[in-house]
């Protein structure tokens, strides 16, 4: 840190000589003095270094802090990103619940549709094969009829629902913008953090390692291109995988 | 037969439920993480375990080891539905003696298969 040049002067030479002189001779408080001036010498260089440094610091963390932009995203953008991100979340739960309504009220239906199909099979056919007398067939076409009735109702409200799950899935395009968004602000935050760790630290490694998790902590969906290391990737190799340990 | 839904997510309960129901499994219940779960499989009746693994309070992975360790539980079946991937995890589950391991997203017939698959080895 120190530059060596600067302590090699004629002055220092001199000193040094002086400090021999002093010892051959035996001056023990000859020496002493000699050596306390070479240690001032040495100590005000550190000195000197030490608060052009604490200096440099001082500046930077200035400059750092007086950023609006950062004192902005810290105390505005960040907790807004926060509630629009749960935001987010309420509104696919919204959008899952809405469809699963949908669902739950047509299951019965199409159940409905399909028992009330399958018992006028077995008359319909009789009728085909003319097996059927005249009271049978004005009771089928009696059943016929309700069921022509109640199939027109119940496919109207099958619409209605499906209907209802298309419109349920204009979540896509609100959250894709929220998140969009956040993604701007993250971007943002990574530059000003990029920043912050260059003015701190001269030697920014870039190849810093990633540090693993732990393969055992819960990691969350993984997301294709980000998570491919030891993962499976779908419902087949995890059956490969199981088979291969026995199962 | 009567089981038992595990996950934090509550319209993932609800597909489980929906997709179980159409298998003809009827008689279910929810908890949204092991901590719920536990004293519900203890003091109830149930005869199978669906569990997700990453929840918070008591993690599925955990749940199915508390069930492991339980003389009234040991022997359920455990099947997991789960967004977790990894080998090590799938292998961690499979020593923890998990009977069936189903990653999200799945679909119905995924469901069908491993239960049917489970139900086969049991009997």
């Known amino acids: ?247 | 037969m009567k089981i038992l839904v595990v996950d934090d997510f509550s319209t993932m309960r609800r597909i489980i439920k929906n997709l179980l129901r159409d298998l003809g499994f009827t008689n279910t219940a929810e908890a949204d993480d092991g901590t719920t779960a536990l004293p519900m499989l203890q003091n109830g009746d149930y005869d199978f375990l669906v569990t997700d693994w990453n929840m918070p309070g008591m993690q599925g992975i955990d749940l199915l080891k508390a069930v492991r360790a339980d003389a009234k539980l040991a022997n359920m079946p455990v099947l997991m539905v789960t967004a977790e991937q990894k080998r090590e995890q799938i292998v961690e589950a499979a020593q923890a003696g998990v009977n069936g391991y189903i990653v999200k997203p799945f679909t119905a017939l995924t469901l069908k298969e491993k239960l049917e698959k489970i139900f086969e080895r049991i009997e």
Request: charged content about 30%.
């Open chain 1, 1 to 247: 840190m120190l530059e060596a040049e600067g302590l090699i002067t004629e002055d220092n030479i001199a000193r040094v000589k002086d400090l021999l002189a002093t010892m051959e001779a035996g001056n023990e408080a000859g020496v002493k003095e000699v050596l306390d001036e070479l240690t001032h010498i040495r100590e005000s260089d550190i000195y000197q270094e030490m608060g052009k440094l604490t200096r440099e610091l001082h500046d930077a963390i200035k400059t750092f802090g007086m950023d609006d932009q950062i004192a902005n995203i810290t105390e505005h953008d960040i907790p807004d990103a926060r509630a629009r991100l749960k935001h987010v979340i309420d509104m696919t739960d919204k959008a899952a619940n809405r469809t699963m309504d949908a669902v739950e009220e047509s299951l019965p239906i199409c159940a409905g549709m399909e028992s009330r199909s399958s018992n006028l099979h077995e008359a319909w056919a009789r009728f085909r094969q003319r097996d059927m007398d005249v009271n049978e067939f004005r009771e089928l076409a009696q059943q016929l009829g309700t069921f022509l009735d109640e199939n027109t109702i119940d496919a109207g409200k099958v619409r209605n629902s499906l209907n209802d799950i298309l419109m349920a899935q204009d979540f896509q395009d609100l959250t894709s913008q929220i998140i969009k968004r956040v993604i701007a602000l993250v971007e943002q935050v990574e530059d000003k953090l990029i920043g912050l760790v260059s003015l701190t630290s001269e030697q920014f490694d870039k190849t810093i390692e990633h540090k693993e998790k732990n393969g055992l902590e819960a990691a969350g969906p993984a997301v294709p291109g980000l998570d491919d290391a030891g993962v499976v990737s779908g419902q087949d190799e995890v059956d490969d995988l199981l088979s291969s340990l026995g199962f």
